[in-house]
């Protein structure tokens, strides 16, 4: 996190922008865009210190639902703007958010290297196992019999499993929490804005239109039984043996975070124009 000036103390609503969300009735995403709001509060940084980047997804629609900074940007791309505008701007605590299909399927490869590079970014992924947004084709995270219209029989594919390759590509912080428990997804979300690094929150979010049965994840999510470890080897075994319904930190790694306090950070645009002057 950056050594911002901690003002007065804001309520979540400080972090909420005017503009009424245009999610289906019940999505999961309304949850956690108060689950965001409420981390932000906790942390406690002024809005204007905070830029919220997003691709493109019904998820990829939250930063206009905030008070901070935010650029909605190309499907996939999230995490290539992000990881300019931190290192650029250092001052500011970046939270980087979007859906399955964004992130794993045509951003899957920004996403590796951003866990390798390990920038202290906080990137929120809205997983509902569908694309929501383009009317319900599969993503790397559909289960492989999920039969519907668009994939008659199910993709017959293995999943990609994310927390384990975040933590396989270097990321220092991977969690998972869950839309239904706000106030749980608020202090995994805080925790890992604090945390140096590059930390990875995948948030199981229901799509109610396009994945109506995902309303029974309530049913099946509980806590992690074990706290976070610092060790990957023992994470990864966890993760992958655990019924993809655990949730909390499952670990939290000591790796030194991309140095982005090297450059001047905050340059007029004089000043950057006179350096790409031709
Ligand atoms: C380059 C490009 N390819 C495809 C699309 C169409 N598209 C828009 S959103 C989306 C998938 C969104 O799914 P996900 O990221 O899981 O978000 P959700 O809508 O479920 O929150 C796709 C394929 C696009 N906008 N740009
Ligand atoms: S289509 Fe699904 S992900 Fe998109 S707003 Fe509706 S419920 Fe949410």
């Known amino acids: ?58 998820s990829s629609r939250i930063p206009a639902y905030t ?21 650029a701007r250092p001052d500011l605590t970046v939270l980087v958010a979007g859906g399955d299909g964004d992130g794993y399927s045509i951003g899957g490869n920004h996403f590796l290297h951003a866990c390798r590079r390990n920038v202290d970014l906080t990137y929120i992924v809205m997983d509902n196992h569908v694309y929501g947004m383009t009317k319900g084709q599969p993503s790397p995270t559909t289960e492989p019999d999920w039969d519907s219209k668009l994939s008659p029989g199910g993709t017959g594919l293995r999943v990609f499993h994310p927390l384990v390759i975040a933590l396989a590509a270097g990321a220092n912080f991977v969690a998972r929490a869950f839309s239904g428990d706000p106030n749980g997804t608020a202090e995994i979300l805080a925790q890992a804005i604090r945390h140096p690094g590059f930390s990875f929150v995948e948030i199981l979010s229901p799509c109610v239109t396009f994945r109506p049965e995902q309303r029974e994840w309530k049913h099946q999510v ?6 976070a470890t610092d060790d990957p080897a023992r994470a990864a075994r966890r993760i992958m043996t655990d019924d993809g319904f655990n949730i909390g930190v499952l670990y939290a790694g000591d790796r030194t975070p991309y140095p982005t306090t090297t450059g001047n950070s905050k340059r007029s645009p004089a000043d950057l124009e006179a350096e790409f002057a031709i």
């Open 1 to 58: 996190m950056n050594d911002v000036a901690v003002c007065a103390p804001r309520t979540a609503q400080a972090y909420k922008s005017s503009y009424k969300p245009i999610w289906c009735p019940g999505c999961g995403d309304y949850s956690v865009l108060s689950s965001v709001t409420k981390a932000l509060a906790m942390v406690g940084m002024p809005p204007e210190d905070v830029a919220v980047v997003s691709g493109i997804g019904c």
């Open 67 to 87: 008070s901070c900074y935010g650029f909605h940007g190309v499907h996939g791309r999230s995490l290539a703007a992000a990881t300019g505008l931190k290192v």
């Open 222 to 227: 509980h806590p992690a039984p074990v706290a």
